[in-house]
């Protein structure tokens, strides 16, 4: 039995992926309380508060989010879960950290290592000795190449591409089908094919 921190989109695929595994899903934290007492994908939105610890999985698509959700949990006693959908390929060499998400037809190649509360996203592929931060989101259909590296809390927007060695810094966003052929420094945000860095703005992740 779980719980899935979180109420939203992110946070529905991995309920689909903890019911693909087998698993009960105890409720879904938020922390707005005019959503307690709804009802996502049939289990009550709850408040974590007054509920005995137990195994949870941060499902919060923005890393900054995740990790402070996850940290304030952990504090508390909760244990912070990975899950892998069934139809996620996971090198038997690859080590997860814990508090990972890898979603359907995603791929972690071997030697692949993988921090904590990282989301490995639909059809993502983590190539060969990539090195994927903690709180790091590499988004459907992104690529890392072998030995690619995303900082903590770095981004690989839908469909880009990390060329291989190819490393964004902590904090850094690489674009939705951007291609990124050099490194990219902490807190950059870079789109384009190759990519080039954007001024700094808002930011949709
Ligand atoms: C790159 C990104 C972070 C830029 O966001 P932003 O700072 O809010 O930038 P804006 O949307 O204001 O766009 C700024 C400019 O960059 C362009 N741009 C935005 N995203 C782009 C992209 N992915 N590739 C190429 N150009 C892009 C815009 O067209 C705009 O150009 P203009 O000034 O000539 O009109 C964002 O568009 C993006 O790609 N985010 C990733 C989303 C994603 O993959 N989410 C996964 C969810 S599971």
């Known amino acids: 039995m779980i719980y899935i921190y979180g109420s939203g ?16 899903i105890a409720g879904f934290f938020d922390d707005d309380p005019a959503r307690w007492g709804s ?3 049939e289990a009550p939105v709850l408040s974590p508060q007054g509920i005995e610890p137990g195994d949870f999985v941060a499902a919060i698509g923005s890393g900054g989010v995740r990790q402070k ?5 952990l504090g508390a ?7 892998i959908h069934p139809r996620g390929c996971v090198s038997p060499r690859a080590r997860l950290e814990a508090g990972v998400f890898v979603a359907a037809m995603a791929v972690v190649g071997p030697d692949a290592q993988v921090g904590e509360g ?10 060969h000795d990539c090195d994927v931060g903690a709180y790091a989101h590499v988004a459907p259909n992104a690529t890392l190449g072998g030995g690619a590296r995303l900082g903590v809390r770095a981004m690989a927007g839908a469909g880009s591409v990390l060329l291989p060695q190819v490393s964004l810094g902590d904090d850094a966003l690489l674009g939705a089908g951007a291609v990124a052929t050099r490194d990219l420094a902490a807190g950059m945000k870079a789109a384009g094919a190759p990519a080039r860095p954007l001024p700094e703005r808002s930011g949709k992740a």
Not at 77 to 83: K, T
Not at 118 to 127: R, S, T, Y
């Open 77 to 83: 006693g909760w244990r912070l879960r990975s899950l």
């Open 69 to 73: 959700v996850a940290s304030r949990l």
């Open 9 to 24: 989109g992110h946070a529905r695929v991995v309920a689909d992926a903890a019911l693909a595994c087998g698993l009960e």
């Open 39 to 41: 009802f996502v994908m």
């Open 118 to 127: 990282a989301i490995v996203n639909h059809g993502a592929v983590v190539d």
